[in-house]
């Protein structure tokens, strides 16, 4: 989307009007979003109405197979005359080699339509399985922004978490060797279908619910504060997601069957999806990623872990941005500076996390001391993510930032 649009103050005075012009902006997303309870029972006749491909691979982790989470699905696609295939060995972090079995699979079953479903790590393998089926380029030629060649199978997403809004982004992350995660942008990994039935989420663990509730929240907090790509398309959806997010995490949590909660989480992180696809993400995410890497925490949980301290390090530099934040939740004071709305806001955020129940410090989530100064070399390995920043992070500064998390 471009706009281009010429503005005026209306209450400005003729002869001291002046034009504002707005810069061009392009903002990138999915063509298809539906939003429905119980969506997951009806997929079948769903997709036979958009598409005459009868071949599916649907892209899942064993857990939530064994939980019995896709039999639905997987009724609805049998009884439509759908041919199903399922891959369900995806783990958290994924390495390539849980990839290139994927592709196996789908090519074996000669497949022409992919479905992720699952949290962020299954939606991520579904993107890049769907372009592999069909692709001669290695993987390895792949890793950076905008470097994939040629199209793909139709991919449809499904999350069943609400937090990292992998449907909706062009964003896979993949494992490469023992601890670096490395993340493919290019605009094929955009799903042409996505389905959001947060029937899917009901019995999600409280603390599954907490940390990839907050990592929902981190899109959206750092597409706000984005650097080089904050736009008006993305500040609007993100400050929608973080209203939506904070009102009903704790409901959530409290609460695994309450829909209406699960619902408005579900929308929050499908739009702070958008926003972060759009004005990338920064400073959180890349302390986020050796955690992940080295201790195998869940993505989720390793922003929360960042996030505190990151907000207070960006404070000063994106005061106004976060005053503006305070604003769309209701907090602090209306005409107060915006230090002082900042503070609030961080305060917030943090009280927010406290009654989540989410593990607040790194030696809760079995991190060490010792490895504090390994993860910070590490996290500068993060130059896509951290060049988003409001402000410069050096390895010392993102030592110091572990130090705090500790």
Not at 61 to 76: F, P, R
Not at 335 to 345: H, L, Q, S
Not at 351 to 375: F, H, I, K, Q, Y
């Amino acid at each position: 989307m471009r706009t281009g649009l010429t503005t005026a103050q209306p209450t400005t005075p003729k002869s001291k009007r002046m034009a504002q012009f707005q810069q061009p902006v392009r903002f990138d997303t999915v063509p298809s979003i539906l939003q429905e309870w119980g969506a997951a029972r009806r997929l079948g006749e769903i997709l036979a109405a958009w598409t005459e491909r009868r071949s599916v691979l649907v892209v899942t982790d064993g857990g939530l197979h064994k939980a019995g989470v896709l039999e639905g699905a997987k009724a609805s696609l049998a009884a439509a005359g759908f041919r199903v295939t399922v891959f369900d060995e995806v783990v958290a972090d994924p390495p390539e080699a849980v990839l290139l079995r994927c592709v196996e699979h789908a090519r074996a079953a000669r497949v022409d339509l992919v479905i992720g479903l699952g949290g962020g790590s299954s939606m991520d393998i579904a993107k890049l399985a769907a372009v592999l089926v069909v692709s001669g380029q290695p993987l390895a030629e792949m890793y950076g922004i905008g470097n994939v060649k040629g199209a793909r199978v139709p991919l449809v997403q499904m999350p069943t978490t609400a937090g990292t809004g992998s449907e909706v982004t062009n964003i896979s992350i993949v494992s490469v060797g023992e601890t670096t995660k490395m993340g493919i942008v290019a605009p094929q990994l955009y799903a042409d279908r996505v389905i959001l039935d947060a029937e899917l989420t009901v019995g999600l663990p409280r603390q599954h619910t907490a940390a990839t509730g907050i990592d929902a929240m981190v899109h959206a907090i750092e597409a706000y504060t984005s650097k080089h790509k904050k736009n008006a398309i993305s500040d609007a959806l993100a400050r929608e997601a973080l209203r939506l997010l904070s009102a009903n995490l704790l409901p959530a949590c409290e609460n695994g069957n309450d829909r209406g909660a699960r619902e408005a989480m579900l929308l929050g992180a499908t739009l702070a999806g958008q926003a972060f696809a759009n004005a990338p993400v920064a400073a959180v995410h890349a302390l986020a990623y050796p955690l992940g890497g080295h201790f195998h925490i869940p993505h989720g949980l390793s922003n929360a872990l960042m996030l505190g301290p990151v907000l207070r390090f960006n404070a000063a530099a994106a005061a106004a941005q976060y005053a503006e934040l305070a604003g769309a939740l209701g907090i602090g004071q209306a005409d107060g500076d915006d230090e002082a709305r900042t503070a609030a806001f961080i305060g917030f955020m943090e009280d927010l996390m406290d009654r989540s129940g989410a593990p607040r410090r790194l030696r809760d989530a079995g991190v060490t001391r010792e490895s504090l100064a390994m993860l910070a070399a590490d996290a500068m390995q993060q130059q896509r993510l951290l060049q988003n920043n409001p402000v410069e992070v050096q390895q010392a500064d993102a030592l110091r930032l572990y130090e705090q998390a500790y």
